[in-house]
């Protein structure tokens, strides 16, 4: 990476802004050339920065939208000014067929970031579709939704509920009841969502396996790359891990520390 030149653009807000500590002292580390562009909420004006990106002839652009609208307009406007696609990175928020579909041919070869893939051939989704969809019981209202990266996403946050929950209940003696918010965190920080559950469960390699704990509530911290090739989604990559997990680690720490300080906040200590 030494060398390069990446622009980072962003919506102008504090979720667009997040990465950009890591990444300066990233790119002073590596020797990077970083350029950060922002757009005014809600995003679908860009003409500017992309005539920006233009001027800057990057190597890459690493693009973290928010909401459709802007996505799809970036891939138009990166188009419009001559960028490849196949040098632009979405982050998860950009990560669906509803960000890629409204930009048409403008779209393909875009690179984007998957916490959960999409597809139909996972067990549990196929269950889904014949037990549920199949027994005319769904209620989504276009069915060809199913296996979507936003409904994959949400068929894995709903596995990691259901799992945490099964687990608080035994934990405390309440199988088959209520438990309190207490127990249900207890239930989430036991969470270990190993290939071997996950196969079990029926996704195995549709998310990452991943553990929480009292000390760690990240979960995974590994993304896989897809790129659109007009249709669909196809991964490119494994489920890949930061390079230096312990540094983004510690700039977390670091900004809760400072936060708790300033809010007299008590962090909580784990046993």
């Not at 890591?22 to 004006?45: C, F, H, K, N, Y």
């Not at 312990?246 to 708790?260: C, H, M, N, P, T």
Request: charged fraction near 20%; glycine fraction near 12%; charge should be negative.
């Amino acid at each position: 990476m030494k060398g390069k030149k990446i622009v980072h653009m962003h919506i102008d807000s504090a979720y667009g802004r997040e990465p950009l500590p890591a990444m300066r002292q990233i790119a002073e580390d590596w020797g990077v050339t970083l350029v950060e562009i922002s757009i005014p909420p809600p995003g679908l004006e860009q003409q500017s920065q992309w005539l920006q990106v233009r001027r800057e002839q990057p190597d890459w652009v690493t693009f973290w939208g928010a909401g459709s609208g802007m996505n799809s307009t970036g891939m138009t406007n990166a188009a419009r000014v001559g960028f490849p696609r196949e040098r632009l990175v979405y982050v998860t928020f950009g990560a669906a067929e509803e960000d890629m579909n409204p930009a048409g041919d403008a779209a393909v070869g875009t690179y984007a970031m998957a916490n959960a893939l999409p597809g139909q051939d996972f067990p549990l989704v196929q269950a889904i579709k014949e037990q549920v969809y199949g027994a005319g019981k769904g209620n989504l209202a276009d069915e060809s939704r199913v296996g979507s990266v936003y409904w994959n996403r949400g068929l894995g946050a709903a596995v990691m509920w259901i799992e945490a929950m099964r687990i608080a209940q035994e934990m405390h003696g309440k199988v088959g009841k209520a438990v309190t918010g207490a127990e249900f965190r207890d239930g989430y920080e036991a969470l270990n969502m190993t290939e071997e559950r996950l196969d079990e469960i029926g996704i195995k390699g549709m998310v990452a396996p991943f553990a929480i704990s009292c000390e760690n509530h990240e979960g995974a911290g590994k993304f896989a790359m897809m790129q659109w090739d007009g249709e669909k989604f196809v991964q490119v990559t494994g489920w890949e891990a930061p390079l230096e997990p312990g540094y983004i680690r510690q700039l977390v720490e670091d900004s809760a520390a400072k936060f708790a300080s300033e809010n007299n906040v008590t962090p909580k200590a784990c046993n």
